[in-house]
């Protein structure tokens, strides 16, 4: 009995340690589970003893540079040409806006393993190809408040329409060449404005030293007000650049020039025009550190004979001279440490007709001597035409004089295309009113069956039957068949509706024209409807 009794006690003691020892786990297993659920969360909420940051109020850090970019931007202007290229043949290219890799900036190029265009015409049934624009860009700046630009002859050469949209401005408006120098590479472009232009202050380029910092303003790639800062690296003559025109000194820069800055200003820390940017020395077709830009000096003279005559008259009389590398060494074997060694004579050329002759060095103008070429044409070109000059040549050892009538540079070397190019420009006179806007398309009523094919309700609409290369509805996106729905959301149910519109609306207006366009408007499967949209140019 006594052994029964104790079995129960010890049971029951059994009993009661495991219960005691599974609520000691329990209670430390939750403590643990905490533990590790508070540290979690302190793990997923942030960081508490972090001090948040604070942003200041907003205070610009004026600097000189950042002073005179807002003085000059608005004189910076974005140029956009174009030219239609003929259908038939391979696109004509175009270097995009800049560079000195390509002088007259155009060329073709034939399509590879025949035409592609001709699988097209076959597939789609197209009879003709269409005629296509390549574009450019470049950038220029305001020398008048009545809309007067200077910009690089290689971003509008060729080009058929030039488009010019000022700073802060959404308007293009339409510009017109005055006149070029293709030989300093400048062109002169006018645009008609209802409210005077801020012009940009003309700085002397004599006084640029190197080491200078300067400040280029442009649009690079096509990005507007783009602004880079940089130093005045070297001074460069024609002899340092081979390529480079006769006329064309260099002010050498390390301020980034790329594709899209040409024709945009060089500023000094004044906020005025030193140079012209130009040209870049690169092997990638960007910038590489190394731009040029053409000195103020020489710009402002060649747009002063543009405003003047339409075109820049140079003096010449008739010579080519030696530019090999050791001519210092060649005038030093003939007892000379200056002079320009004649290397051709135009015969029926000023120094032709007054007896120079090829191997004459001259050494002297005026009784001024003369260290090089450049040097020479330079002082020439600045003759006024019809004066007489007195030369003095090395010949043979020999000191003879010859007295020169200065001719005029484009017709003593008619033969150079390139020196010939630059023809007066007759400049358009200014409109007197604001025309009427036009769309370029010529339009008929829709057929049933064209209704029914482009899925249009009776009556609404009218087929565009033509579009003229480089007009409104051209720049838009709009071809041949498409179907004029709406203008500006007013209804278009004949043509008289499309000119009674298109007669109310004013150049700089936004236009947003509703076309519905089938399988024959460059597409495949049901008819799709599209918004067409722009600004009007401006005149």
């Not at 910009?151 to 949209?165: E, L, P």
């Not at 783009?226 to 002899?239: F, K, L, Q, Y």
């Amino acid at each position: 009995m006594l052994f029964l009794q104790t079995m129960k006690r010890q049971k029951v003691l059994s009993f009661l340690l495991l219960l005691f020892t599974l609520a000691v786990g329990i209670v430390i297993g939750t403590l643990v589970n905490t533990g590790v659920r508070a540290d979690r969360q302190s793990s997923t909420s942030g960081a508490p003893d972090a001090t948040p940051l604070v942003i200041p109020q907003a205070v610009p850090i004026a600097n000189d540079f950042t002073k005179l970019t807002k003085r000059v931007e608005p004189s910076v202007v974005y140029i956009q040409s174009d030219y239609l290229a003929k259908p038939g043949k391979g696109a004509r290219r175009r270097n995009d806006n800049d560079g000195a890799e390509d002088d007259d900036n155009s060329g073709s190029e034939a399509p590879r393993n025949g035409d592609p265009s001709d699988m097209f015409r076959r597939f789609f049934g197209q009879k003709e190809p269409r005629s296509f624009r390549t574009e450019g860009s470049g950038t220029g700046f305001v020398v008048d408040k009545n809309g007067y630009i200077i910009t690089n002859y290689h971003v509008v050469s060729k080009a058929d329409r030039i488009k010019v949209k000022l700073a802060g401005e959404e308007i293009d408006y339409r510009a017109r060449v005055i006149g070029f120098d293709s030989e300093t590479d400048l062109a002169v472009l006018k645009i008609d404005v209802k409210q005077p232009l801020i012009p940009v202050q003309i700085g002397n380029s004599d006084s640029v030293q190197v080491g200078d910092w300067v400040i280029a303003i442009g649009s690079p790639f096509g990005l507007q007000a783009t602004v880079t800062a940089g130093i005045v690296s070297a001074e460069r003559t024609p002899r340092d650049l081979p390529g480079a025109g006769s006329f064309q000194n260099f002010l050498q820069t390390d301020a980034a020039i790329n594709p899209g800055n040409s024709g945009g200003p060089l500023l000094n820390v004044r906020g005025e025009v030193i140079g012209v940017n130009t040209m870049i020395a690169t092997h990638s077709g960007s910038y590489e550190g190394i731009g040029f830009a053409l000195p103020s000096n020489m710009a402002a003279k060649v747009y002063n004979d543009i405003i003047r005559s339409g075109r820049v008259v140079r003096g010449s009389i008739g010579i080519k001279w030696s530019r090999g590398p050791n001519d210092s060494d060649t005038l030093r074997a003939f007892g000379l440490d200056h002079g320009v060694l004649v290397e051709s004579v135009a015969a029926h050329g000023p120094a032709g007709k007054a007896g120079l002759k090829a191997d004459d060095i001259v050494v002297a103008m005026d009784n001024k001597p003369v260290r090089d070429g450049e040097e020479l044409v330079t002082k020439v070109a600045d003759l006024p035409i019809g004066s007489p000059a007195l030369f003095t040549v090395d010949r043979d050892g020999k000191k003879l004089d010859f007295k020169v009538t200065i001719e005029e540079r484009s017709k003593v070397w008619e033969d150079e295309p390139k020196i010939a190019e630059n023809r007066p420009v007759a400049p358009e006179l200014p409109k007197q009113h604001i025309a009427p806007a036009r769309f370029g398309i010529t339009i008929m009523r829709l057929t049933p069956k064209e209704r029914k094919d482009l899925e249009i309700e009776a009556k609404d609409g009218v087929k565009v039957t033509s579009v003229d290369p480089g007009s409104f509805a051209d720049d838009i996106g709009m071809v041949e068949g498409d179907a004029i729905l709406s203008i500006n959301r007013q209804p278009v149910t004949s043509p008289d509706d499309v000119m009674k519109l298109q007669s109310s609306l004013k150049p700089g207006q936004p236009v947003a024209i509703h076309v519905a366009r089938g399988a024959n408007g460059g597409h495949r499967g049901s008819p799709q409807r599209y918004y067409l949209s722009g600004r009007l140019p401006e005149p």
